[in-house]
């Protein structure tokens, strides 16, 4: 396998770290002390190289035991999974939560993205910097550091820090400031996660019975498999396993449910292409890493309903043949992570997942993977390469994954939405599903509010909602101030602008009038928000994000974000217009030939604040030029 | 080659590459194909993507044997040890192929009485293979539905060399692994051209076409009469017996074309005398190499890769055409031109020969080529021999017949052969303890002529490496200069730790003969039959250098 280890050596604490997640090595070749059956005898080959798929989970435990991947940590972690060294560092290099230089024990990522910066999170880092020391440098004690983070998928409790913290649990905690910072890298910190509570709807006892999606939201106990139980827990599960999986595959068609991440695909077909695969073993994954900025409704729905989605994973895992499932969370979710192991656990015990659930004879089981901070994986090929092990690259397409998906093998995946309609769908009918909704939007459609909102959280309603109507139900805008535009659909959907507010949400709508639903973001900007620097945040969001692995989308993010500056700065080159045509091609050619959604989407909300909101027009860059914004250099600093 | 064509009457490897990427189980022995074989590698590579089981057998756990399944790690020189154990296992279970065997071999019986003394336990006593993985490995080889053996220098260049090929063919006769598609038993080649040199009867005993000599009487009078000149029906000297033959002085000019024993043979500082001793020595080579610089007279050629037209044969038999796509510079000069020179200073003149004319006289005289013209090479893109005549597509494998119903198409069926244990030449004693085996690296080329005027980032020049235990219990560290002393030699060399090694065993390319000359240690003890020398097994001690020596290594 060429392993061209380095001399550097695992530390004990390393070792044992590795050894807690993969169990004692098995001989001197995986890491074990030489002898006598060292020297005569090796296993490897295949064997050792299927094990590669626990790359992540290992390197997980490297940096959350010791905070960083230190060389012979990474040595030792090549050994026992027959690994090459260079491969390795390439994908702990890839994702954004490892660190392969040593760094302070405590590190605490404060989200600048779009909904905190609403929230202030600007004068949060200033504060910070005073107070704590500058972002990156190691605190007067050496114990913490800070840094800037992208949307942490908080953005209804902005603004929000989560931390990483050597040899402790990791915390996402909300209404971030210096003293949380404080709390949080104490040495007898008790500091525990933010739960969500803030499904508005539920709150009114009238409003909730209209709930579908979140009926069981801030009733269920998520840490009780009895408590979702007596809440109709598993009777999806039960009538899928009476109709057999084609008639469970058929309702979910008949229902013509669309995937709620973004491309709208039918469910049913899907799921129907992966059944009928005649290779086996067929996986079923589902896709839990949010990280559009803006949007939060899976990990509400995660913290507040973990077992919903470990039962409707298991009946898309029955229904298309598939006997494993995976379920990839998004790495800075430390609490719907532990409420969802947790639920996986206990269905397990309670032989709701295993050899034979329900006792209906047939075999499924769930293991949880974690990101570990990379939008990129969210696509649902790169997210396959996350879970072999390998960095979260996009793949091209065909071959699609219900073909040749996770570890080559036919492959349906579902984000987290998609699949809680399931259970709403078994229990009321595909047909009856079908008539809610519109035409061409059945069903129900979580919204995640945020910003300058008064109630911001996660809605459902009904598609073909307007955006107006959308906005009302959370109560308006905040202080009652003026709107002056919504970023519907996330920073890969676009912004749209306070004479659109009657827009339907729909697909069918969406794709008439040129505008997304994207991921369900609603985020509300008043008179007084900084449209140019929420552009500039988006430019910058999706230059860093990119995997870098296709020329137009490497490239392009980068042109994009410098454009930007020289037009906020007034310092074009050439003149105005030139740079709005150069900026109306790089959108073009990332749209055209990125290889995967985003690139292809990472000029559209930059393209539609240009279009639609006058932003970056000629009269707004003479304001800003004195604005004080900062240089490009300092931006990336 | 010997070893095959005494079993097979022909001197190749059987299967197709492929045919490797889709067998079912290969038995890599005594290769490192991963640094040696690069190419063929890529095959294996393949065919473990598709599913193949692959077990290595090496002394060394080399990049090879990384990606195996599973690896053996045997003594060195107990490669029949293994073999026969392997059998014994395969025979006492009644996992052989019984019809295979009535029906196309002979002198089973005597075989299997010759291997009922390696018991398991016995196996594990001479080769240190634990007994259950030899007989696992056993039970994998004769229960797989297409299983291959591959095999090169760890199996050939010992000084029984002919008995270590047979001892894995009588594997593939005992369970009928030859024959069939994704079933043989194959020699890999160093070279893009070795199979063709063999081709070409450029071996001592066998005209082009490996036909013999000295019985293949109507062979030899179809060449005779092409040729017009008288044929002397006898063997001639294979390598090592030139070497012999100039000590004798029965050998006193030689015209070297393309080799470099100076820098290649065992023991070399004797070679170099025996080369200065000759009356004669011409040297036709690309490079000045070191052999060049003793001869009297240096033709400088073209390079066979892109300055010529040609043909070479690969591993599977296969030909190829070469296209000339460069002059060669300066005075260099074709090898065909250079040798019809030669031929008309002493009389013959051949007038302007192309390599195409070569061609079309070689397939008059050679049947297994007959069917080969230039346009059905670049046609069907290289065609594997045997290939009688211009419908025929050229075969995939070797040995088909042995399968066959009729006697006639069967023809000569294949023997077993009977072979013994026998450890290396150079013993292991308190003087000389650590095993010294020898071998090639990825980044460099047999004595490096064609590969050191290159750099490479995998290149570290030439070091003794040690496995872990052995570094520590010496005190010795990683770059420390040590001395490393044969019964014929001694040389200095820079430590390397290799975890593929163990205890007592110690490894050393031939590729740095400038900075460190290998070849003073290896013993000169050949097999009588190949020709091939120990190059594997050599008696060796490591001494610590009492002040650590910076620079200069001799």
Not at chain 1, 560 to 578: F, K, M, T, V, Y
Not at chain 2, 462 to 475: C, K, L, N, Y
Request: charged share 25%.
């Amino acid at each position: 396998m060429d392993l061209h280890l380095t001399p550097a050596v695992a530390s004990v604490e390393e070792r044992a770290a590795v050894d807690e997640l993969l169990g004692a090595p098995d001989s001197g070749w995986h890491g074990a002390e030489r002898d006598e059956q060292t020297h005569r005898v090796a296993r490897g080959g295949r064997a050792a190289r299927d094990e590669r798929h626990l790359l992540l989970p290992a390197l997980h435990a490297l940096q959350a035991h010791t905070g960083w991947i230190s060389e012979g940590g990474l040595n030792y972690v090549c050994e026992r999974l027959t690994v090459p060294p260079a491969e390795a560092y390439g994908v702990a290099t890839f994702y954004a939560m490892f660190s392969v230089e040593e760094r302070p024990p405590n590190v605490v990522h404060v989200c600048d993205d779009l909904a905190c910066e609403l929230a202030g999170a600007q004068q949060l880092c200033d504060r910070l910097t005073a107070e704590i020391g500058p972002e990156g440098a190691p605190s007067p004690d050496g114990s913490s550091t800070w840094k800037t983070s992208p949307c942490l998928g908080m953005c209804e409790q902005a603004p929000v820090m989560f931390a990483q913290r050597a040899g402790r649990d990791e915390v996402a905690l909300a209404g971030a400031s210096v003293a949380t910072f404080e709390a949080l890298v104490a040495p007898a910190s008790t500091v525990t996660c933010s739960g969500a509570d803030t499904a508005p709807q539920t709150w009114d006892p009238e409003e909730r019975t209209s709930l579908r999606l979140l009926k069981r939201v801030g009733v269920v106990d998520p840490g009780s498999f009895d408590d979702y139980h007596a809440h109709g827990g598993y009777t999806a599960l039960r009538r899928a396993v009476e109709l057999g999986a084609e008639d469970t595959i058929r309702e979910v068609t008949d229902a013509k449910l669309m995937g709620r991440g973004g491309a709208a695909f039918p469910t049913g077909v899907k799921w129907k292409a992966v059944a009928e695969q005649p290779v086996h073993p067929h996986y079923f994954v589902c896709n839990a890493d949010e990280s559009e900025p803006g949007t939060f409704k899976d990990r509400v729905v995660m913290e507040l309903d973990p077992f919903a989605v470990v039962e409707a994973l298991t009946i898309a895992g029955f229904a298309t043949g598939a006997e494993q499932g995976y379920l990839y969370i998004r790495g800075e979710y430390p609490l719907a992570t532990r409420r969802l192991e947790h639920a996986i656990a206990e269905a397990r015990h309670r032989g709701y997942l295993g050899d034979d659930v329900m006792g209906a004879g047939f075999g499924f089981d769930i293991e949880l993977r974690r990101g570990a901070g990379a939008y990129i994986c969210g696509e649902e090929t790169a997210l396959f390469n996350s879970l072999e092990g390998k960095r979260g690259e996009p793949r091209n397409k065909p071959p699609f994954p219900v073909q040749r998906g996770l570890f080559g093998k036919p492959t349906g995946i579902n984000n987290v939405e998609t699949l809680l309609n399931v259970l709403e769908i078994l229990s009321v009918g595909g047909a009856a599903y079908a008539e809610t909704g519109t035409e061409g939007s059945a069903g129900p459609r979580l919204f995640c509010l945020s910003g300058q909102v008064e109630r911001p959280g996660v809605y459902e309603h009904e598609h073909g909602v307007t955006l107006r109507q959308v906005i009302e139900a959370a109560g308006g805008m905040r202080e009652g101030k003026a709107l002056k535009a919504v970023l519907l659909g996330g920073a890969a959907g676009g912004f749209v602008g306070p004479d659109r507010l009657d827009v339907r949400l729909t697909f069918e709508d969406a794709r008439a009038g040129g505008y997304t639903l994207g991921s369900g973001v609603v985020m509300l900007f008043d008179e007084d928000a900084d449209l140019t620097g929420a552009c500039l945040r988006i430019a910058r969001f999706f230059r860093d994000e990119s995997c870098g692995q296709c020329v137009p989308c490497r490239v392009g993010t980068v042109r994009q974000e410098e454009a930007l500056h020289r037009i906020a700065q007034g310092r074009p080159l050439g003149s105005h217009a030139d740079e709005l045509a150069l900026l109306e091609d790089i959108a073009q050619v990332m749209r055209d030939a990125s290889i995967c959604g985003l690139g292809q989407t990472a000029a559209n909300a930059v393209q539609s604040a240009i279009a639609s909101l006058g932003v970056f027009g000629r009269d707004d860059t003479d304001t800003l030029a004195g604005d004080g914004l900062p240089t490009p250099t300092e931006e990336q600093e | 080659m010997v070893g095959l064509a005494t079993v097979f009457g022909a001197g190749g490897g059987t299967s197709s590459y492929e045919e490797v990427e889709h067998t079912d189980l290969m038995l890599l022995w005594g290769s490192n194909a991963r640094a040696a074989h690069p190419i063929f590698f890529h095959h294996i590579l393949k065919g473990i993507h598709n599913g193949m089981k692959l077990i290595v057998v090496d002394p060394r756990r080399t990049e090879s044997a990384e990606w195996g399944d599973l690896w053996l790690g045997i003594d060195v020189g107990t490669d029949i040890a293994l073999s026969n154990s392997l059998a014994r296992e395969i025979i006492v279970n009644d996992l052989h192929d019984t019809a295979f065997i009535a029906h196309a071999t002979l002198g089973f019986e005597e075989y299997a009485a010759s291997v009922m003394g390696w018991t398991l336990e016995r196996g594990e006593e001479v080769t240190g293979v634990p007994a259950g993985v030899i007989r696992e490995v056993a039970h994998a080889y004769a229960k797989a539905d297409r299983a291959m053996i591959c095999w090169t220098l760890g199996i050939t260049e010992h000084h029984n060399a002919v008995d270590n090929v047979v001892s894995l063919i009588n594997l593939s006769l005992l369970t009928g692994h030859v024959g069939t598609y994704g079933s043989g038993v194959n020699p890999l080649r160093g070279q893009n051209n070795v199979q063709g040199g063999g081709d070409m009867g450029a071996i001592p005993n066998k005209l082009a076409g490996f036909q013999d000599i000295e019985q293949d009487h109507e062979a030899r009078a179809r060449f005779e009469a092409a040729w017009d000149v008288p044929i002397i029906p006898a063997y001639g000297y294979t390598l090592t017996q030139m070497f012999e033959a100039m000590e004798r002085g029965d050998l006193t000019a030689a015209y070297v074309i393309g080799e470099n024993p100076a820098s290649s043979e065992a023991d070399k500082t004797h070679t170099v005398k025996l080369l200065e001793g000759l009356d004669c020595l011409i040297v036709q080579d690309i490079f000045m190499t070191r052999t060049a610089e003793l001869a009297d007279v240096v033709f400088p050629a073209s390079n066979s890769a892109f300055e010529t037209d040609g043909t070479v044969t690969n591993s599977e038999r296969r030909v190829q055409r070469m296209r000339k796509a460069l002059d060669p510079p300066g005075d260099a000069k074709d090898d065909i031109w250079i040798i019809a020179q030669l031929a008309k200073r002493l009389g013959r003149d051949w007038g302007d020969l192309t390599p195409h004319q070569a061609w079309e006289e070689l397939r008059t005289l050679s049947p297994m080529h007959a069917g080969m013209s230039y346009e059905r090479l670049d046609e069907l893109g290289g065609i594997q021999w045997p290939c009688p005549d211009e419908t025929h597509p050229g075969t995939k494998f070797l040995h088909a017949r042995l399968w066959a119903d009729e006697p006639a198409e069967q023809g000569p069926k294949a023997p077993f052969s009977v072979v013994v244990d026998d450890p290396p030449v150079d013993t292991l004693t308190e003087e000389f303890p650590l095993r010294l085996t020898t071998g090639r690296r990825l980044d460099s080329y047999n004595t490096g002529v064609q590969t050191g005027g290159y750099t490479s980032p995998l290149r570290r020049g030439e070091t003794i490496d040690m496995s872990p235990e052995d570094v520590q219990r010496m005190g010795l560290a990683e770059g420390e200069v040590v001395a490393v002393s044969s019964r014929r030699g001694a040389v200095r060399a820079p430590v390397h730790v290799d975890r593929g090694l163990r205890p007592g065993l110690v490894f050393m390319t031939f590729h740095f003969p400038d900075q460190v000359d290998t070849n003073v240690l290896t013993i000169e003890a050949t097999d009588p039959r190949s020709g091939t020398a120990e190059f594997k097994a050599t008696a060796v001690r490591i001494d610590k250098l009492p002040v650590p020596a910076a620079e200069g290594i001799e």
